[in-house]
């Protein structure tokens, strides 16, 4: 069975006007969006109490709202954590004043009991399911090592790239994989998904997965190039990209199947990442398609920059 | 097509064969079980204790699957947890203080795969449930102490050495040591060789002078404020873990984390009151005269009366609760204690305990051993814990203090700054006496800046949506790759399938702890693990186009799609490095088994459908290929 038709050679780099521009107004966009409306920081980063309330009968959202409002939570964040029975309430310490001492230490089980007692007086049938606290001194610090980790793999993944290929090949995959973050971020900064660890960890996992199918497009480039006689460089990068364009499209598909799984089967605690990972599997796949290549000919790829093959590659090459 | 060398087959077949073996712990679900140990003091656990445990829940009526003797210790194994949590309650009532009663996972892997070492993976909190804490430690606290102790030293060495000081200061900045002022250029050098030549932990500068005053500069090495910081750590990891051991969760999860931080994850527990009240514990140490020997006629008599000499107190001592009459006198406190380690006696052979006091315990040491050689001297243990109670409808804390005497022994010679406890019942005894010493005078304090409950139901729950997830989305890229690659898809899938099986083999040789993280990352690995065959199946579609044979194309289809494929996962395994160096459990999860999925793809895609696809087509003659 075939999707494709393999022969098809569509201009993608004729595009290239267009598509980088309108990879540019994504990225700006997101910028703003990132500025203007601030990702949706959950607990983990934020720091402050978390509830999971379950319900015996299905629940309104609102209702809940307004029963903690009437014992005097008016701040509390009220969420379904999908399905009608479960309800996750977000709230800072200092909204129960008796809760937090002196020192500015917080009973997390006085805040928890009072919150279920304010909650049974409309609906008895309201239990705690789990309960968290977390300082906003953790929650900063996982916010830099995130950022440190993404700049620990976007600088890793220039350095083999620059090893492996060529100079050129890494600073455009780098500025696509920056591209592919930052509007995944707008995208989640636009929707105001709540953004929590496991989220952190799959904008990470993004970049991953996003960098494989752009290699896999400069693997071709660079075999076409060391093939073809005469290699003019935007026909090259363009067949490049119509070769892999199959495998490009089946691979991401497959590769969202089960992320829909995951959202779908998975529960409340994985839909932020597979969420994340779909949007990132779009995001990087347009990518791969669209913006990689062209800025890859702006920086002036040519034949003999990929030429001489060292001994070692065409070893690594020979391998099964 | 033969080219596919024999050893290859074989290395296929046995990597199939120890994922298939290693994995298989993970079918077996492990038994509610309640774990009964015996206490030092109690009589040890066996055929009668048993009985005591069945008739005790046979007549509350609780089904238990099993009660046996396993060694040092009882387990009682339930259907369900709630059946678990009133069995527990019934034999912790019926068997007193004198046993240790906790919850436990117990595995239920058969044997022969526990010989070879097989297991199941441990599970995060957040598929049991439990309660879990990251406490931050104040490593300065230690330093201050050490500092403290330092300037202490140096104006004893500097009276001992005849050396006439002006004053010797802690400088109020922590790490910035500690300022001597002498008198002359002359005492300021002989005083600045005596302090190097002390104490090889410090380095001396010379500061500024100002008239007569001429200033010396103590500070301590950097290497060393490393080594207390750390030990700092080490120290309170230890009294921690001693603590919880006494709250009897079996098998509780103490780890550093980072550079300042402990976390505490004790699964199965859902109230983290007990355990916040011995975390918070503040327990200090005093050297005190002791009157008698433990246990002996006086104690009894004061013990069964209750009249006390007016100078002395009747405490018990840890473990054989012996009565045991102490004075009031305190010699030093566990804050002049600077160091207590065990080890092995070199004359008598007998586990021992040294002991290191900073100067000024040391003086009160001395003076009082040389008065009372072969009199005892008993060690008090004061543990004060708080607990919040409800006076006048306002919640106050309650300090609840408990003393108890953890040594008592006779003084053999005069001693002061470093002396041992020899004559000690095991190396465990000594270690666990070093522990107590050091865990009472150098644990810098804690506080709890993150704290969690997960229910028991949600990690079921977590469980069951995580199983549904990886299979079916197993089964969906199962389906897909069939479809779409034939018979070049079917043993891409046979791959995938194996894939997972020897990821969850590696995950649990490892002891990796699944969370739900880790469940994201195993869905995952399924999806992208695929990519590879895709990339393989691609290209021998184009070489068939290209004109090649059947076999040029598989050929050609793998030897071409190598190079991509390392690119791309290395590229993968770059970012799945960056994930586990966070320092964060449940990424670092996710991390890992990013991780050892890549690896393991890596193998099954390339090599194990090339095993496969070898033996499908071998010799044949082929026209066509079914991909």
Known sequence: MEIFNHDSNIPFLGMRKYSIAIALFLMIASIVMLVVKPLNYALDFTGGVSMVMDYDQSVEISDVRAALEKGGFDHALVQSLGGTREVSIRMQ???????????????????????????????????????????????????????????????????????????????????????DVLVTLGILALTQREFDMTVLASVLAVIGYSINDKVVVFDR????????????????????????????????LFTAITMGALYFFGGSAVHGFAVTMLIGIVVGTLSSIFVASPILLWLGVSKKDLMPV??????LARRP | MSDFPRWKYALVALVMLFGVIYALPNAFRPLLAVQVTANRDAPPIDQSLQQKVQAALTSKNIAASAVAVEGDHLLATFTNSDVQKSGADVIKAALGDGYTVAFKLQSNVPAWLRAIGARSMPLGLDLQGGVHFLM????????????????????????????????????????????????????????????????????????????????????????????????????????????????????????????????????????????????????????????????????????????????????????????????????????????????????????????????????????????????????VYVEQVYETKVVDGKEVRVPKV???????????????????????????????????????????????????????????????????????????????????????????????????????????????????????????TLGMAIDANVLICERVREELRNGSTPHAAIRAGYEKAWSTILDANVTHLIAALALTTMGTGAIKGFGVTLMIGILTSLFTSVTLTHAFTALIHGHRKLKTLSV
């Open chain 2, 136 to 379: 931050q430690v104040d490593q300065n606290d230690a330093i201050d102490k050490q500092e403290n102790s330092y300037a202490d030293d140096i104006r004893t060495l500097l009276r001992q050495k005849n050396i006439r000081y002006e004053s010797v200061t802690r400088n109020t900045v922590r790490e910035q040591g500690i300022a001597v002022i002498l008198r002359s250029p002359e005492d300021r050098s002989t005083a600045a060789d005596a302090i190097a030549n002390e104490y090889t932990d410090l380095n001396v500068a010379n500061g500024a002078n100002t008239g007569d005053r001429f200033v010396l500069n103590v500070v301590i090495k950097p290497e060393k404020l490393r080594e207390l910081s750390r030990s700092a750590i080490t120290q309170n990891l230890g009294t921690l873990r001693n603590r919880i051991n006494a709250l009897g969760v079996s098998e509780p999860l103490i780890q550093q984390q980072g550079d300042s931080r402990i976390v505490v994850e004790l699964a199965g527990v859902q109230d983290p009151t007990e355990a916040k009240k011995l975390i918070g514990a503040v327990a200090t140490l005093q050297y005190r005269p002791g009157i008698g020997q433990a246990g002996d006629a006086q104690a009894q008599e004061a013990a069964r009366t209750g009249s006390i000499p007016p100078d002395a107190n009747l405490y018990r001592m840890r473990g054989s609760n012996l009565p045991v009459l102490v004075s009031k006198q305190i010699i030093v406190t566990g804050n002049q204690l600077v160091d207590a380690s065990s080890g092995i006696d070199q004359q008598s052979g007998t586990p021992k305990v040294d002991v290191t006091l900073n100067a000024a315990g040391a003086k009160k040491m001395g003076d009082f051993t040389n008065a009372n050689v072969g009199k005892p001297m008993a060690v």
């Open chain 1, 93 to 179: 310490p200092k909204d129960d004043q008796k809760a937090v001492d002196a020192n500015g230490k917080v009973n997390l089980d006085l805040i928890a009991s009072d919150v279920l007692k304010t909650l049974q007086v409309s609906r008895p049938d309201a239990k705690l399911k789990s309960r968290e606290l977390v300082t906003a001194e953790v929650g900063a610090e996982l916010k830099s090592d995130g950022t440190v980790a993404a700049v620990f793999v976007i600088l890793g993944i220039m350095a083999y790239l620059w090893i492996r290929f060529e100079r050129r090949f890494a600073i455009a995959a780098v500025a696509t994989e920056i591209h």
């Open chain 2, 402 to 524: 408990t003393e108890t005497v953890i040594n008592d022994a006779s003084i053999a010679s005069p001693f002061s700054k470093q002396f041992q406890t020899t004559g000690l019942g095991s190396p465990k005894e000594a270690s666990d006496l070093a522990l107590l010493l050091k865990g009472g005078a150098l644990a810098a304090p804690m506080d709890i800046v993150e704290e969690g409950v997960i229910g028991a139901s949600l990690g079921q729950d977590n469980i069951d949506k995580g199983f549904k997830a990886v299979m079916l989305g197993l089964a969906l890229v199962l389906l897909a790759a069939a479809v779409y690659y034939k018979l070049f898809g079917l043993v891409a899938d046979i791959a995938l399938f194996f894939n997972l099986v020897i990821l969850l083999a590696v995950m649990s040789l490892i002891g990796v702890t699944l969370t739900m993280p880790g469940v994201a990352g195993i869905v995952l």
């Open chain 1, 310 to 315: 060292t001994k070692e590659n065409s070893e």
């Open chain 1, 221 to 252: 480039i660079r075999e076409l190039f060391r093939l073809a006689r005469k290699a003019e460089p935007e026909e090259i990068l363009n067949r490049s990209i119509n070769n892999t364009l199959s495998r490009t499209i089946i691979t991401s």
